[in-house]
């Protein structure tokens, strides 16, 4: 927002938005998901306690998901080129939610101590909802994005952010993530650090190095 006079406020929030165009797969990771779902429920995935688990180490399972994986890992460094801002060695949390008719995602962050950072989330269908980020200050505006099939959005964790309601008759699923500085781990720093159990090496320089190559 461009303020008027010397006092208005302002901010500048980077949002990133990408496409992963390979249907075949997102179908075959949203299959996965809701077939195993019950399984998987078992390892706590869900949003409120999401930090016992991680989405990726279902690499192991269904190779599809290293597929995803990597290409996060690309999309995050165009993010942060746009943006002006430096590749981060970092660790991703990373979880699904799973949503039936009548549902909706709740305001909320992901943090917004000093060393929160980015965030993420991703749909797997055209679920026909939006995803509303709150601008600061002004609590009823917002940055409405429409939810698309293999669309990624990369915002700063400190953004609340909310869903409207879902009227789809099938199970509306999106995967979300949060990057963390691997540097904070274990030093005593203020803020919510999530358990290294529920993460997985995301970004280095090594891995920055290899995508940038390829």
């Known amino acids: 927002m461009t303020p008027l006079n010397s006092y208005a406020p302002t901010w500048d929030i980077a949002f990133g938005t990408a496409m992963w165009n390979e249907d075949a797969k997102i179908d075959q990771i949203r299959t996965y998901l809701i077939e195993k779902e019950h399984e998987i429920v078992k390892l706590d995935p869900h949003t409120e306690t999401f930090e016992a688990y991680n989405l990726f180490d279902l690499e192991k399972k269904e190779s599809v998901f290293g597929d995803l994986f990597k290409w996060l890992q690309k999309t995050y460094i165009e993010y942060v080129k746009k943006d002006n801002t430096p590749v981060e060695d970092l660790k991703i949390v990373a979880w699904y939610n799973s949503l039936t008719e009548g549902s909706k995602i709740d305001s909320h962050h992901h943090g917004a101590s000093p060393i929160t950072y980015l965030s993420g989330n991703m749909h797997l269908d055209n679920y026909n909802t939006k995803t509303f980020y709150q601008y600061p200050y002004e609590h009823h505006l917002h940055h409405i994005i429409q939810n698309k099939k293999g669309q990624v959005t990369i915002f700063p964790s400190c953004i609340f952010h909310h869903s ?50 390829s």
């Open 164 to 213: 409207d309601e879902y009227e789809g008759g099938e199970k509306r699923i999106s995967i979300a993530f949060d990057l963390w500085q691997t540097k904070h781990f274990g030093v005593g720093e203020s803020g919510r650090v999530p358990s290294l159990l529920a993460t997985k090496t995301f970004m280095n320089k090594e891995i920055a190095n290899e995508i940038r190559s």
